[in-house]
């Protein structure tokens, strides 16, 4: 690769300093300039690779620059196909994307639509079920993330995220279904599932009994992985249908295969919920978010207008599409399960040695680390997470983080990682733990 093609760190650094809004952070003490992928791989400006395990943020499930999907885009564009046109015309391809996602569909789910992010999905998903139900009313999970845009932060359940003066109106929280740090100071052994419970006493305590919705992500992806226990949504599902309102399972990273078993985990956990939306890996980085939902809920839509410029879009329909078929072709389900348990059982082996490790946890090929400064009092480890993160990227392996507190790494790679790259990236941790030890 050419050294001398891109523009210096430096300048990009300086630049983003003065002119970009605040809110835009980097990864990395020495951030990265990445110019290049392919498959599992990413190279930066100075034609170092590394092994991209985080994925974009959490975004590519076929890998990077997939053969089939460049091929097809370039002989699309070649051909002076329609790159942009909206839902008002008639197009063939977001017809044939609907047609897929609807073969992955939990059953019941009948409807599609498509937004250009996991945050407008979750606003359409709110919209209409607060349409459907008449009620506002939506209860959301302590530390879960849904999105950027103001009615979607309503819903979110870390500060660092909220802004100051922003309305948070409408929206309550139940504590968070996490097995590691249990708000209720239960053990697995000891679990009566008061989490699920506390959606009750949430609904009962801090609405007037009746909701528009739940809205909750099946693992918690920027909450730090949380992996609540399966039963747990089978009981929350109950809880939510009783007192009126809508299920809203919010797939933006859980979706596309990541968690193995089915293309969404919602189906996989098999728990009734009334609308799935999703995003990222779904068009394995193109700009494209959908909501599925029950035709019940949809037709309560009708005299309304929903209309998004770019939702439908024939150019990013066509990666969705593609996206989906690729998944299933090359049995990229199976192999996010089978890599996934290989990758835990092998960080299970490195926690032996690595005392920093307090908890591993996720599914399929979306897994969790929490660092902790020790077992006993489980003390956040946050900079030695950030300490982690650069030394792995010193030894070509990225990695993301995430975490109320910055301390639990998280490991998203493309679910077409193989055996190999899973040895390696244990490799790496294993060199990065003692470190920074
Ligand atoms: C679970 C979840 N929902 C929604 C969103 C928002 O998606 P987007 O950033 O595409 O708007 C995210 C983004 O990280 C997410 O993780």
């Not at 990265?32 to 975004?59: H, M, T």
């Not at 103001?150 to 909220?162: D, I, N, Q, V």
């Not at 039963?231 to 797939?251: A, L, P, R, T």
């Not at 919920?273 to 890996?281: I, L």
Request: proline share 3%.
């Amino acid at each position: 690769m050419e050294k001398n093609k891109y523009p210096s760190n430096q300048s990009l650094i300086d630049f983003r300093k003065k002119h970009f809004m605040h809110t835009a952070a980097l990864y990395h003490k020495t951030p990265l300039q990445l110019v290049k992928a392919q498959g599992e791989y990413v190279w930066d400006s100075e034609g170092n690779r590394y092994l991209d395990a985080i994925g974009g943020i959490v975004c590519i499930s076929a890998g990077h620059n997939h053969p089939k999907i460049k091929k097809a885009l370039m002989q699309y564009l070649e051909s002076d196909m329609i790159q942009h046109t909206s839902t008002l015309y008639l197009t063939e391809v977001a017809v044939e994307a609907t047609k897929a996602l609807l073969e992955e569909a939990p059953a019941g789910l009948d409807r599609v639509s498509f937004t250009n992010s996991g945050s407008e999905a979750n606003e359409l998903a709110i919209m209409a079920a607060r349409n459907a139900t008449g009620e506002t009313m939506v209860v959301n999970l302590r530390h879960s993330y849904h999105g950027g845009t103001s009615g979607t932060l309503a819903s979110c359940g870390h500060s660092t995220w909220r802004f100051k003066a922003q309305p948070v109106t409408g929206t309550t929280s139940a504590l968070e279904p996490n097995c590691y740090r249990c708000p209720f100071g239960k053990k697995p052994e000891s679990c009566s599932l008061e989490c699920a419970k506390n959606v009750e006493t949430t609904i009962q305590t801090s609405t007037h009994g009746k909701i528009a919705a739940f809205i909750a992500e099946p693992v918690m992806g920027v909450g730090g992985f949380i992996t609540p226990p399966e039963q747990y949504f089978h009981e929350v599902v109950k809880i939510v249908h009783n007192y009126g309102g809508i299920y809203i399972s919010d797939e933006v990273q859980t979706g596309a295969g990541r968690c193995g078993g089915n293309f969404l985990l919602t189906k996989t956990l098999g728990f009734a919920a009334d609308m799935v939306t999703m995003a990222k890996g779904f068009g394995n980085g193109a700009a494209i978010g959908a909501v599925l939902m029950k035709s019940e809920v949809a037709e309560k839509m009708a005299g309304k207008s929903y209309f998004n410029t770019f939702g439908g879009d024939p150019y990013q329909t066509l990666q969705a599409k593609l996206t989906m078929d690729i998944i299933r072709e090359e049995n990229l389900v199976k192999n996010a399960k089978d890599m996934g348990a290989l990758l835990k059982d092998g960080i299970l082996e490195l926690a032996k040695k690595h005392m920093l490790i307090g908890d591993v946890r996720g599914r399929g090929l979306l897994m969790g680390i929490e660092l902790v400064k020790d077992r006993t009092s489980k003390v956040h480890a946050t900079a030695e997470a950030a300490a982690f993160m650069d030394a792995c990227k010193e030894h070509g392996l990225l990695l993301g983080k995430g975490g109320l507190m910055g301390n639990v790494i998280r490991l998203a790679p493309p679910l077409s990682i193989n055996r190999e790259q899973v040895g390696s990236m244990l490799k790496i941790m294993d060199q990065a733990f003692a470190e920074i030890a």
